[in-house]
């Protein structure tokens, strides 16, 4: 058994961590044993590997926050889930691993017919799409959203669920060579960031109003996006891809009534029902399971090609998500 642990921090992210085999655990009543299937490796990941994110574990630490196992084997006096059973695995329970021992209370069944690859990264990406698409903004059939890094994870999964409840999107990317891959998921804008951005979405969308804009990149990425919304309109944060604070303007703010508000999935969940948790990923995994719901796979990777993984997730210029599917024999 091999599971990715780190005991340092650093700015670069795969220095400290190590793939470490370790010997399985005796199970105590209550605990499942689970054989890790997939998961995938978050821009979030990465930020806690050099110590960037809000919040960190204690050290030393096994990466990965999210994916999907196989229930192997149940602690004495433990019924449930069922050996064989698809699960979700608990959020920061270290899934960069071959098996992972946990409350089996914890354990959320999921279709054992759906692709377990889709299914172990429907934990972030996919609720933060759907919540802020939800959340801030009455949006109706055939309106429009713009959103920047529009290739990013989170990026895809907004264009299909925006597609699904009739909104139109104005996809926002920082390179021409990730127009491509945007289009084939279904953006039916796809633009470059620039100082003339707004001129360009206006001719686009025409008399029609855009008052949501969803921005990852921070920095004049912001501003730029800002300026593409109607009067009153709201931009809403969720990450800083260029390393930058946010920048908005005095005429956005000020003049033309914009609003600014930041999202994290994390702090969703603090205030966040039982009820509604279970609403939202009842809906996530029934999309995915269905199809409708799908994210770009660049590469896999064993657990005991942690370094290798993590350093290609951290690059620049990819598409698609990194994933780590460790290798049963």
């Known amino acids: 058994m091999m599971k ?56 030393p630490a096994v990466g990965g926050n999210e994916g999907v196992g196989r229930v192997t084997e149940l602690g004495p006096d433990t019924e449930n889930p069922a050996l064989g059973q698809t699960v979700l695995l608990p959020m920061g329970v270290g899934t960069w691993a071959s098996h992972v021992v946990t409350d089996a209370r914890k354990l959320v069944p999921l279709p054992n017919e759906a692709d377990p690859r889709q299914l172990s990264m429907m934990t972030i990406n996919p609720p933060t799409a759907m919540l802020m ?34 909104f139109k999107t104005v996809n926002v990317v920082r390179r021409e060579s990730a127009i491509d891959s945007v289009k084939a998921e279904g953006g039916e804008v796809v ?13 686009v969308v025409g008399e029609g109003q855009v008052r949501l804009a969803i921005d990852a990149v921070g920095g004049p990425a912001t501003d730029h996006i800002a300026d593409c919304l109607t ?19 005095p005429r956005n703010l000020v003049f033309r009534g914009i609003s600014a508000r930041g999202f994290w999935l994390a702090k969703w969940f603090e205030s966040a029902s039982q009820e509604e948790q279970i609403q939202l990923f009842g809906q996530v995994t029934k999309l995915i399971a269905q ?14 090609e942690i370094k290798e993984a993590v350093a290609a997730a951290a690059a620049g210029e990819r598409e698609g998500k990194v994933l780590i599917v460790p290798r049963h024999e």
């Open 4 to 59: 990715a642990q780190y005991d340092q921090r650093g700015p670069v992210p795969e220095e400290h961590i190590e793939a470490v085999a370790f010997e399985p655990p005796a199970l105590k009543a209550g605990e499942a044993r689970v054989e890790v299937l997939a998961a995938p490796i978050n821009p979030s990941d990465v930020l806690t590997l050099t110590g960037e994110y809000g919040i960190l574990p204690p050290l």
């Open 231 to 249: 009067e009153g309109g709201t931009v809403v944060n969720y990450g800083m891809m260029s390393g930058e604070s946010c920048h908005l303007s």
């Open 191 to 203: 633009l470059v960031d620039g100082p003339d951005l707004a001129k360009r979405v206006k001719a």
């Open 133 to 166: 698409l939800s959340v801030f903004v009455d949006l109706k059939p055939g309106d429009w959203v713009i959103q920047n890094a529009a290739n990013s994870g989170v990026g895809g999964y907004l264009i299909q669920l925006a597609r699904i409840r009739g």
């Open 291 to 304: 199809g409708k719901l799908q994210a770009r796979i660049a590469a896999e990777y064993d657990v005991s």
